[in-house]
T-cell receptor
Framework: DTGVSQNPRHKITKRGQNVTFRCDPI?????LYWYRQTLGQGPEFLTY????????KSRLLSDRFSAERPKGSFSTLEIQRTEQGDSAMYLC???????????????FGPGTRLTVL | RKEVEQDPGPFNVPEGATVAFNCTYS??????FFWYRQDCRKEPKLLMS???SGNEDGRFTAQLNRASQYISLLIRDSKLSDSATYLC?????????????FGSGTRLQVQP
């Protein structure tokens, strides 16, 4: 399977614990995005990497959230001191470089569903 | 006000019907436009990009009106397999911004 993969697919944790999710983008896609989706809403942008550089962060990304993409391949999203409001689906997407166009299609992974008890 | 607004539905239609979804966006700097489809508890998948001249892909037709900041999706001859949530998506794409902004989605249920 050459699509975007995410691990784990499900995570249940207790409030206050730290969690880390991993995303492996499509090979050779140098752009990687994290989104969060809650029930009944569309995905909301969290952050974006081009290669290893984190180029954009949403105001939704509080200081408890950190994302890395150390070698420009896979990425991790860590949430520290989880809160019940962090319960959501965390989606990763990747896209190839398309010059200056913003039409790059973003391909989404299956997501990690986080439940904070 | 949300940046991308959609009627949440649900739209319940019989097989074979034609159904239209509308979407408005607030940021006139938006550069590119898409419809994504999302099945229950699955990831969003690109259905089609939307171009200024309008475009068609089989039973699906998308239209964009930049002056009115309005996007539409028409589905003809609905199939049971079209049942899903349809997400209207815009990308500002300025100053290096690549993030997609999604509407909340319109749910379609095609009934036999």
């Amino acid at each position: 399977d050459t699509g975007v993969s995410q691990n784990p697919r499900h995570k249940i944790t207790k409030r206050g614990q730290n969690v880390t999710f991993r995303c492996d983008p499509i090979s050779e896609h140098n752009r990687l995005y994290w989104y969060r989706q809650t029930l009944g809403q569309g995905p909301e942008f969290l952050t974006y990497f081009q290669n290893e550089a984190q180029l954009e962060k949403s105001r939704l990304l509080s200081d408890r959230f950190s994302a890395e993409r150390p070698k420009g391949s896979f990425s991790t999203l860590e949430i520290q001191r989880t809160e019940q409001g962090d319960s959501a689906m965390y989606l990763c997407a990747s896209s190839p470089t398309g010059g200056r166009t913003s039409r790059d299609t973003q391909y989404f992974g299956p997501g990690t569903r986080l439940t904070v008890l | 006000r949300k940046e991308v607004e959609q009627d949440p539905g649900p739209f319940n239609v019989p097989e074979g019907a034609t159904v239209a979804f509308n979407c408005t966006y607030s940021n006139s700097a938006s550069q590119s436009f898409f419809w994504y489809r999302q099945d229950c508890r699955k990831e969003p998948k690109l259905l089609m990009s939307v171009y200024s001249s309008g475009n068609e892909d089989g039973r699906f037709t998308a239209q964009l009106n930049r002056a009115s900041q309005y996007i539409s999706l028409l589905i003809r001859d609905s199939k049971l397999s079209d049942s899903a949530t349809y997400l209207c998506v815009v990308n500002r794409g300025t100053g290096g911004r690549r993030a997609l902004t999604f509407g909340s989605g319109t749910r379609l249920q095609v009934q036999p």
